[in-house]
């Protein structure tokens, strides 16, 4: 301890001890369960931990304190005009959450934590997204959002600050690019629509295939299946009934014919 500064704390205690009591409310600080107090004593920062929770000690005139939250700390990252790996422009906005870890490291290291950290934010997350096609950034915003909180917490540990979690909330596409999207997803649609079509015409087609096999071998089974069509045709009250004569009724009066 030097002399000045010798000087100024015997000078702060003597002061202390004239205006006792009315000191008490200057001298004694209290800080929430969830803060911290980094003190400064003429102008260098104490030994020690960060003060609190609880109640904690300053001398008048020659400490400083600055309180530090520790809750988790959300905010929107502004969107962001992103050019993807496959050269496709788009607006993609995030939320991040983060803490401040270590209450020295982020009052003495960093002027503004909270800007510091916003900023970073927006640079991170074009320069992550810069690196992913359109496809990707579609499909894996999980691993992207990962991938984008690992670079942020690699970035503010010096300022003892901890990114928890990153998460995409939107991304904007172009409105050609979204019609020519949704065009493609409409073709698709079809191209499997027609698809089921003809797969059930084919399986139709073998049914009807297999059940003429099995009537072509039971002549009884074709005349049950005769009477049951026209008892069909007679229930629906039709003003005109074809009856179809089997062909092996027909069949001799066609030879007399020919001959």
């Not at 005139?61 to 905010?75: G, M, N």
């Not at 942020?152 to 019609?179: C, F, H, N, S, Y």
Request: with cysteine; charged share 25%; aromatic share 6%.
């Amino acid at each position: 301890m030097g002399v000045v500064e010798f000087a100024a704390t015997l000078g702060s205690v003597l002061l202390l001890i004239v205006t006792f009591p009315l000191s008490i409310f200057l001298v004694f600080k209290v800080v929430q369960e969830y803060e911290r107090a980094v003190i400064f004593r003429l102008g260098r920062l104490r030994t020690g931990e960060a003060r609190g929770p609880g109640i904690f000690f300053v001398l008048p005139c020659i400490d400083q304190y600055r309180k530090v939250d520790l809750r988790t700390v959300s905010f929107d990252v502004p969107p962001q005009e992103v050019l993807t790996k496959d050269s496709v422009t788009v607006s993609v906005d995030a939320v991040v959450y983060y803490k401040v870890s270590e209450p020295l490291r982020a009052v003495v290291k960093v002027n503004d934590y909270c800007h510091s950290t916003r900023l970073l934010a927006a640079t991170t997350l074009r320069n992550v997204l810069g690196t992913r096609n359109l496809a990707e950034l579609l499909s894996e915003r999980e691993n992207i959002s990962h991938t984008m909180q690992s670079s942020l917490d690699e970035a503010t540990d010096p300022w003892g600050v901890q990114v928890e979690r990153v998460e995409i909330k939107d991304v904007r596409l172009p409105v050609q690019l979204q019609r020519a999207m949704a065009a493609e997803a409409e073709a698709a649609r079809e191209a499997r629509a027609k698809v089921i079509a003809a797969e059930g015409e084919m399986k139709a087609s073998r049914a009807l295939k297999e059940a003429s096999d099995i009537m072509s071998e039971s002549p009884a089974a074709l005349q049950l299946r005769y009477l049951q069509t026209l008892s069909t045709i007679s229930a629906e009250k039709n003003s005109t009934i074809i009856f179809p004569l089997p062909m092996d009724i027909i069949t001799p009066f066609l030879c007399n014919r020919n001959s």
